[in-house]
RNA sequence: GGAGAGAUGGGUGAGUGGCUGAAACCAACGGUUUGCUAAACCGUCGUAGGGGUUAAACUCUACCGAGAGUUCGAAUCUCUCUCUCUCCGCCA
């Protein structure tokens, strides 16, 4: 959510921003809407103010035992006013309201303005040594490997439940739960994050508090009865557990990292790289959440970004990071990071995590706060989060990338204390 | 699912219709005293929004779990909901 006070005071700024999104601009409705309430917050309040006085008067003639009838009547009148004014007022501020849930975060200074994916721009490429991106022997993709080495079973999974559920098996299920195992246990040693374990339905505060509702939520699963959707990723709830909090400046910065399972109902989606990992509804990730004090919030960015990096670098997938467009940023996102990684099979990059600055966007929306050491003022923390990695591409990259002339996989030898096996045959 | 108890500021907790934005205590912060620490004493100590100001000062409104209602006036009375705790049932 952006400041109400902000938008008044630029709308222009606002206006480009919103642009430069492709959003839809109702800056002006807002500002008129904006104009109206306060209008009759001043009519309302007045109203409130005497009220109180009167009322006093009230008492203390009661009091001496005089009679205030008349007055009392004329309290009545005042305050019939004041009920209409202020329902007038609710009807005025809800729309306004939900205009301005429907606005997203302006992109930062540093983004680079552009219409769509294709104007994203690579900031740099790491590649393992020895790597090259041609292929001297065929390689099998990922859905063929895991076929032939009965890892992965996408036809199952579809019986189970449907399209896009893929079910690991054997030492496929073992490989999976190393690799969250073991970028769990980098992200504790090395990066200073704290394990969380959150819920994986979450209400609809939480949905809006980090800013999936409105705009996302029909990609969102739903369940009806309750109000509960499943998180599409674990920034949610972890985003969340500081909701409606003020924490002190000296805790900060808060880093959690969590392993949770992810659903998305990728609406509307279909046929579009739809096969094995490439696009599914349920997936693993380990999510990096971050609340840092505002001055530092583009530092932690890179450092979230270079804590995602370490994971690629030790496992010696080849990746590249992509600094998104405006076109290409999500709604909440004021700036973003992805790093996609290779796969010789598909023989193109597969975004595999994304790293963001929300700002003080969602902290807005969510109420997080953060109280100075110094002077004691409270003011909005920024937030960040960043997968570190989602497990569904990186596996595709791992499998295409070690597998040897054979069709059988290496395991990555960071894993292989995590397995108990080395190659998969 | 049934029965009961509760929800007040950073914390504990008082407060059953007007003088309560809210006692008291604790914590925190500033100061005095002190060789240092401690103790004692004095003072400060909510959030949000509107008006106002270069900025302040100042001023108004709202907020005692959430929402509605009664009343000239609600933390206080009524209703609905949410959450927490206790007991019973059911399931794991």
Redesign the pocket.
Known sequence: ML???FI?ENPDLVKLGVGNKNEKNTVDEILEL?KER?DF??R???L?????????E??RL??SGEN?DG???E??D??DE??SLDDKL?IISDKLNVLLLWIPNLPHESVPVGKSAADNIEDRQWLPEGFKFENEAPVLDHVELGKKLNILDFERGAKISGSGFPVYVGKGATLERALINYMLDLHLAEHGYTEMMPPLLVNRDSMTGTGQIPKMEEDMYHCEKDDLFPIPTAEVPITNFHRNE?LNESDLPIKYVGYTKCFRREAGSYGKDSKGFLRVHEFNKVEMVKFVKPESSYYELENLVNDAEDILKALKIPYRILKLCTGDLSFSAAKCYDIETWSPAENKWLEASSCSNFDNFQARRANI?Y?KTED????FVHTLNGSGLATSRLMVSILENYQTPEGKVIVPEVLQKYTGFKIIE
Do not use: F, G, H, P
Request: aromatic share 0%; no cysteine; charged share 50%.
């Open positions: 400041d109400l006070k008044r904006d306060r917050l001043q309302t309040e007045e409130k103010a005497k009220r109180n006085t009167v009322s006093q009230i008492a009661k009091k205030a007055i009392v009547a309290m009545r005042v305050s004041i009920k609710r003020i706060r109280r004691k003022k409270v003011d």
